[in-house]
């Protein structure tokens, strides 16, 4: 999981939108597959949302100006 939350980061960093969602993406799809069994499952999903938040607002600031 920290790979691709890693690679979402590098991405963003790019300013390749469409691999850093996807990335997000993968994260989130093992978070979901693994919650139900594992306490730690909770802590990757609070940073995963950390790291979408801002990662969303640095990609998509230029399209929220008017």
């Known amino acids: 999981m920290s790979f691709y939350r890693g ?15 996807k990335s997000i993406q993968k994260v989130e799809h093992y978070i ?9 499952y909770q802590a990757e999903r609070e940073l995963t949302e950390l790291v979408k938040e801002h990662i ?8 929220r100006k008017p």
């Open 7 to 21: 690679q979402a980061i590098i991405y963003a960093c790019q300013g390749n939108k469409a691999q850093a969602e």
């Open 56 to 63: 969303r607002q640095a990609l998509y600031k230029d399209v």
């Open 32 to 40: 979901t597959k693994g919650e139900s069994s594992y306490g730690f």
